[in-house]
Nanobody
């Protein structure tokens, strides 16, 4: 069993920054890719970014490229999402996800609200 706990969300003005964290327990992260997704009110949950097991490879959805940066610290079993230049359209609940050999797991989400 894997448990993921997100933190770091909050309320910020447009142009501001936040750093989200996703702490994992139950399994060592080293062997698994992880990612961030987000869900705005009334919309589907969408992919934001992903990072390989070692952290050497990353992917981003086009709308966040150059503004968001995903990273991980396997020694701390934690993944991060540094969000800069935030826009009102980034407002959503942000979820972390891990892809393991026994299934996919999600965190409970953390709210990010960006005011214009």
């Amino acid at each position: 069993q894997v448990q993921l706990v997100e933190s770091g969300g909050g309320f910020v003005q447009a142009g501001g920054s936040l750093r989200l964290s996703c702490a994992a327990s139950g399994r060592t992260l080293t062997n698994y890719a992880m990612g961030w997704f987000r869900q705005a009110p009334g919309k589907e949950r969408d992919f934001v970014a992903a990072i390989s097991r070692s952290g050497g490879n990353t992917q981003y959805t086009d709308s966040v490229k150059g503004r968001f940066f995903i990273s991980r610290d396997n020694a701390k079993n934690t993944m991060y999402l540094q969000m800069n230049g935030l826009k009102p359209e980034d407002t959503a609940v942000y979820y972390c996800r891990i892809w393991t050999s026994i299934g996919d797991y999600w965190g409970q989400g953390t709210q990010v609200t960006v005011s214009s």
